[in-house]
């Protein structure tokens, strides 16, 4: 595995701000519409050096735009459903970085016939894929990423309200993302004596590619706006400013948090 041989070409220099002369990876990123490029696009605008990962050769081309966009350094192939590419990416900034000072996983995966029915019916084959690829690989990035952080660091994932409260159509999800949250909260507890520290991301609902496979989506998104106090529609790069200063030195003592970027929401029944 290589790095894009284009990836850092544009480079615009190292750039002021809480983050400058950190390294982080974002590991999610599909299209312009991905909640990772929004957060992408605010470590960026913090000062942060990038690697950033694109799912095959299909992804690539709509991937590699935007990582020329925000100067990465790498630019790194990862499907979570290959064992070995999560080590290949961690060696690969083994080798050009040798430190990592953040990451964000915000890749969730369920087999598109589980994913679109009910719990009781989820098949184990799906129900393991999906915890697999949504969960046990936050767990994996984690363990890759400790020796890498050894001044601290931040580890970031996106979870959603479903991992708390039934959400009609979320299904097979809900539990996986209820297992992802309760990860970082024991990911936290272990690693905060390392300076390293973990959190969720939980956004309302957004119109990215992932969110387009839920049945009934638009009547979430519809509901979510009429019934958030601060209703005004949530975008990805609301997201991105919110996850980007958890890594700030502002969120130093802040750990193993849930944090709701939804207007509020979570909090109306």
């Given at each position: ?8 070409t544009a480079r615009t220099g190292p750039l002021s701000g809480p983050l ?74 083994t080798a050009e970085w040798g430190s990592l000072d953040f990451l964000v ?165």
């Amino acid at each position: 595995m290589t790095a894009s041989p284009t990836a850092g070409t544009a480079r615009t220099g190292p750039l002021s701000g809480p983050l400058a002369g950190r390294r982080g990876l974002i590991a999610g990123i599909a299209n312009e519409h991905s909640i990772a490029w929004g957060c992408a696009k605010a470590f960026r605008a913090l000062g942060a050096d990038l690697a950033i990962t694109y799912l095959n050769d299909k992804a690539r081309p709509h991937v590699e735009p935007l990582a020329r966009a925000v100067d990465a350094r790498m630019l790194l192939p990862l499907d979570l459903r290959d064992p070995a590419a999560l080590d290949a990416v961690f060696d690969r900034i083994t080798a050009e970085w040798g430190s990592l000072d953040f990451l964000v996983h915000s890749i969730a995966f369920a087999p598109i016939e589980d994913l679109h029915g009910r719990l009781t019916d989820c098949s184990q084959a799906g129900f393991l894929q999906a915890m697999d690829v949504s969960c046990w690989s936050f767990i994996r990035m984690a363990k890759l990423a400790e020796p890498l952080m050894a001044k601290g660091g931040t580890l970031i994932c996106m979870s959603y309200f479903g991992a708390q409260m039934v959400v009609e159509h979320y299904d097979v999800m809900g539990p996986v993302k209820a297992a992802l949250e309760c990860s970082v909260r024991y990911l936290a507890s272990e690693l905060g004596p390392q300076g390293i520290r973990v959190h969720a991301v939980s956004p309302g609902p957004l119109a990215t590619r992932a969110a387009s496979g839920l049945t009934g989506f638009d009547a979430l998104l519809a509901k979510a706006h009429e019934k958030a106090p601060i209703s005004s529609l949530l975008s990805i790069d609301d997201v991105g400013a919110a996850t980007a200063m958890l890594a700030t030195d502002a969120a130093k003592l802040m750990t193993g948090q849930t944090l709701f970027v939804d207007g509020g929401y979570h909090i109306i029944d």
